[in-house]
């Protein structure tokens, strides 16, 4: 990421920042300020992270507008935020909330019970006492609502907390005392349900962030110091305990260790690391001792990747929260306008009661508010990226999941993808006219290859384990065709067959028998002369037939395999695999242009390839699956979806929980406008009462959505 010297980035907690309208007024506002480069709300954590250019406006300028719309702006000294992790259930809104069920209960007692302790005269009117408790009970309850409420008044904001207050004052003003302490009670149940919802939802993103070590044991100057792990740097050597956490991305120097990569890759069975291994920050060693040198700083770690991901995930807006956000744009005015027409028209134009109508509009009101429907997205969203990055799959952000919800074609990349990428040469033929020896061959073909990231290079660098290298000069890499560079002033190229044209002839017949074997075929030499070819075997990786099985049994109708490699090996790897669509011989340009067709044809598909290579693929494709991600910044970056690990397995759950998450983000939406439409529906008629709009309408879908947005995070392999 570079940012400009004076970008500042803040992260303002704005705890009453209730739902998806609330975050669209305080973006579109905040947008409108010069020098505000970039604002991204979460409802889930009830903040908004704002990029700014400090040159030209004040972190204070941004917390005055959103406090001028009427939002708080709690300081969040990180001492108080950890102190704070109460729940849900104990705070004061939720004390209030039960003073006022209590009053409810103790009135509708009294009055069973036929105790009714004489009258009590007020002023202009004469009450019992259980609709004095009843009134107490009202603004027991509502007192959570008023303040915001007048708040939001004041900056012409028609928000729920308005509505509350508006309903439960109007219905006590009409004497309606049961349904105005109801209202109150029911209305904070409502919020609670919601508040522990979003509370859950937020509390597994805490999880992820709390693996993250604190700090790290070093070497420095001789001694063992304890640092905070922000004060890493590069080639500092942390020291590992068994049991404890590695601090920092790095590779290791000295020692042997089980390490427990499930935080990163989800993989539950340990590996073994030792010196010149990769290991990641989050990750813990069992048994062993590791000495590693930091290869990065810890806010680079794919830790801090991951996690700062999720956490931007929900502001990465899934199509369906934009649909909703669009409804509610509409809906809320909308259905406000009918609820004061029906408050005032029947009385004045036919003279019916007033105070009916009154309570008939207010319902409306009620009915009026968005809420449940707004925030069951977010809540499904951040339960599903969660709950994936702890099985080891990156998901970024709800557009990805939903997309992948929706995917019908599968495609998979050949080599390093379903073939395990461990490549072994295992025969070398040179050319029989006085060319170079094969050992010779293998040590120029390594030398081309020194460069390369491709696994057929790794292959052939360690089949010319022990031979003298060469250096190379001019290297150049052809993607998907092979490598071209210069080694003791002459040209060279390795790479596709077809790379050399009729050059070939020659070695015609080892190369057929190379390919009739479906060995992948590679021929080295120069512009006009091919000195000999490398025939090299790859294996099925152990998961991928299991996993095609599987990605069929879910429903995906259609799995194909791109490869660069000719006919025969494709047919070969594709028939043990279980996969009978396949495309060989392509260059990265092909892949391209097939996935774009399949798309065309079928409509949204998926690419899994390692995200180097395949880059180009994944990109073109509705959602790009890059696997192995852990480690490589690039894959990590650029792809839609990140398999951290090296595992393929992890394909079934994926599409498991995303078409889970799409139907159950559907299905929330529909339910809760059609509970919507058919309450207000009810409310001319008479049919719906206030109780019923609130604990139907809100109380009632509030519970329904998050409940099942929640079921998200519950879904296994
Ligand atoms: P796949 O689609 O199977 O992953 P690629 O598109 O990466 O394969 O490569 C296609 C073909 O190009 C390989 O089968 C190989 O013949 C050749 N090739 C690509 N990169 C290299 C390289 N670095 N060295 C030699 N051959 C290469
Ligand atoms: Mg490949």
Not at 28 to 43: A, D, H, W, Y
Not at 512 to 539: F, H, S
Request: hydrophobic letters at 50%; charged letters at 20%.
């Amino acid at each position: 990421m570079n940012k400009a010297p004076d970008s500042c980035v803040t992260v303002l907690s704005v705890p009453n920042m209730d739902c998806a309208s609330c975050a669209q007024r305080i973006t579109t506002r905040l947008e409108r300020l010069v020098g505000v480069e970039k604002v991204l709300p979460s409802i889930v954590k009830k903040d908004v992270r704002i990029e700014y250019d400090s040159r030209v406006v004040r972190e204070r300028a941004i917390s005055e507008a959103i406090e001028e719309l009427g939002y708080k702006i709690e300081r969040s000294d990180s001492t108080k935020a950890e102190g704070k992790r109460s729940s849900v259930w104990s705070g004061n809104f939720a004390l209030r909330v039960y003073a006022s069920g209590t009053l409810i209960a103790t009135a509708i007692l009294l009055r069973i019970l036929g105790l009714n302790p004489g009258l009590v005269t007020t002023v202009v009117l004469t009450l019992d006492v259980a609709e004095l408790l009843l009134i107490a009970a009202a603004f027991a309850g509502g007192y959570n609502f008023f303040p915001k409420g007048v708040l939001a008044a004041r900056a012409l904001r028609l928000d729920m907390n308005f509505l509350m207050t508006i309903a439960i004052i109007g219905a006590l003003g009409i004497g309606e005392f049961i349904e105005a302490a109801s209202i109150a009670f029911l209305f904070g149940i409502a919020e609670l349900l919601e508040g522990h919802a979003v509370a859950r939802a937020r509390r597994s993103m805490e999880e992820l962030v709390r693996l993250a070590p604190a700090s790290a044991r070093v070497r420095r100057g001789g001694g063992e110091v304890v640092v905070p792990v922000e004060e890493l740097e590069v080639g500092d050597i942390a020291l590992v305990r068994p049991g404890e956490k590695i601090p920092i991305d790095g590779v290791v120097v000295a020692g042997t260790s089980a390490v427990d990569q499930s935080p990163i890759t989800g993989e539950s069975l340990p590996v073994t690391r030792g010196p010149g291994d990769t290991v990641f920050a989050g990750c813990i060693i069992h048994g062993g001792y590791l000495e590693i040198e930091a290869a990065k700083r810890a806010s680079d770690t794919t830790l801090a990747h991951i996690i700062e991901m999720v956490e931007e995930a929900e502001t990465l807006r899934a199509p369906s929260q934009r649909f909703v956000e669009r409804f509610a744009r509409y809906y809320t005015p909308t259905v406000t306008l009918l609820a004061l027409s029906l408050m005032v028209i029947p009385p004045l134009l036919f003279g019916a009661a007033f105070g009916t109508w009154f309570v008939r509009g207010l319902t409306l009101l009620v009915i009026s508010c968005p809420c449940a429907l707004v925030i069951s997205t977010p809540v499904a969203v951040v339960s599903a990226l969660t709950a994936a990055a702890r099985h080891g799959v990156l998901i970024k952000g709800g557009a990805n999941l939903e997309a992948l919800g929706r995917v019908k074609v599968v495609a998979f990349d050949k080599t390093g993808t379903l073939t395990a990428g461990k490549l072994e040469v295992i025969e070398v033929v040179a050319a029989p006219n006085g060319g170079p020896t094969s050992d010779e061959l293998m040590a120029l073909a390594a030398a081309l290859e020194a460069g390369s990231e491709h696994p057929i290079a790794d292959a052939i660098r360690r089949g010319a384990d022990g031979a003298r290298i060469a250096s190379v000069s001019d290297f150049q890499a052809l993607p998907g065709l092979g490598v071209r560079g210069c080694v003791a002033g002459e040209y060279y190229q390795i790479g596709r067959p077809d790379l050399f044209g009729s050059a070939i002839e020659p070695l015609r017949e080892d190369l057929d028998r190379v390919v009739a074997a479906g060995r992948t075929a590679v021929c080295v030499g120069n512009e006009d002369r091919v000195l000999g070819v490398l025939a090299l075997a790859d294996q099925e990786r152990a998961a991928a037939r299991e996993t095609v099985a599987k990605l069929r049994a879910l429903g995906i109708g259609r799995i194909v395999m791109l490869t660069g490699d000719h006919e025969e090996s494709a047919r070969l790897i594709a028939e043990a695999i279980g996969i009978d669509e396949w495309y060989a011989g392509l260059m990265p340009g092909d892949k391209v242009r097939i996935v774009g067709e399949l798309e065309q044809e079928v409509g949204s598909l998926a690419m899994v390839g390692d995200g180097v290579n395949d880059a180009p693929a994944l990109a073109a494709a509705s959602v790009g699956i890059a696997m192995g991600a852990a480690g490589s910044d690039v894959a990590l970056e650029t792809a839609d979806v990140a398999l951290m690990g090296d595992d393929l397995s992890r394909l079934p759950y994926l599409f498991k929980l995303s078409r889970k998450g799409e139907r159950i983000i559907r299905g929330n939406i529909l339910v809760s406008i059609v509970i919507k439409l058919f309450l207000a529906a009810g409310v001319p008629i008479g049919l719906v009462n206030l109780i019923t709009a609130v604990l139907v309408g809100d109380m009632g879908a509030s519970l329904a959505v998050t409940a099942n947005a929640l079921r998200l995070a519950r879904v296994r392999d």
